[in-house]
């Protein structure tokens, strides 16, 4: 089974801090995704990246950016945390037109 | 306005019926839909894909069907059980062909009572 690996699972960050949330593959999908979950709101779509060095903004993506330098890692950037990005962060991996899977999240809080 | 719509009321199943989840959407031709189950705390597990030529998908107790006129999905769970108690989430590739990311429904929470 493909195994996606979220570096933390609870992270408490202050306001300002640049916060890294890591994510790798084991399955060689092309696609990766970045995601953050909020009561109320579902899922919304921060970043995604078919590619190496490759990304495509999401729905929300002011206040992020990410890197995919190798195929299996994705990371999610927080330039300057702020208390509104608290949220649960779920990466995900896909091959092209397949179902997606979900690494089990980041629980992060911005204080 | 809400791309996706799922029932947002949490919905109460005795166990051993079918249990059927609704997925309407607006304005979009997906190239096709998914579902997936979510337990609290944890990301999402993906359950079934449909394609927009496809009608109907079947795996084990579960169902979905795919209705591109009405913009419709239903999801059944046959035999309902306890453990399939969860928030289940339908999800469309909106921008058609897979180029732009799934857009997830805000998901139904569903509850198999024994």
């Known amino acids: 089974d493909v195994k996606v690996t979220q570096s933390s699972r609870y992270l408490v960050k202050r306001t300002g801090e640049k916060v890294f949330l890591e994510c790798v593959q084991d399955m060689d999908h092309e696609n990766m995704f970045w995601y953050r979950q909020d009561p109320g709101l579902g899922l919304r779509l921060i970043y995604f990246s078919y590619d190496v060095k490759m990304k495509e903004k999401g729905d929300i993506p002011e206040g992020y950016s990410v890197s995919r330098e190798k195929k299996e890692r994705f990371s999610l950037i927080l330039e300057s945390a702020s208390t509104n990005q608290t949220s649960m962060y779920l990466c995900a991996s896909s091959l092209q037109g397949m179902g997606y899977t979900f690494g089990s999240g980041t629980r992060l809080t911005v204080v | 306005s809400q791309k996706i719509e799922q029932n947002s009321e949490a919905l109460n199943i005795q166990e051993g019926k079918t249990a059927t989840l609704t997925c309407n959407y607006t304005?979009?031709?997906?190239?096709?839909l998914q579902w997936y189950r979510q337990d609290p705390g944890r990301g999402p597990v993906f359950l079934l894909l449909?394609?927009?030529?496809?009608k109907e998908k079947r795996k084990e107790r579960l169902k979905v069907t795919f209705d591109t006129t009405l913009k419709q999905s239903l999801f059944h769970i046959t035999a309902s059980q306890p453990a399939d108690s969860a928030t289940y989430l339908c999800?469309?590739?909106?921008?058609?062909?897979?180029?732009?990311?799934?857009?997830f429904g805000k998901g139904t929470h569903l509850i198999i009572q024994p």
């Open positions: 304005n979009y031709s997906p190239a096709y």
């Open positions: 449909i394609r927009e030529n496809e």
């Open positions: 999800a469309l590739d909106i921008g058609g062909g897979g180029a732009d990311g799934l857009t």
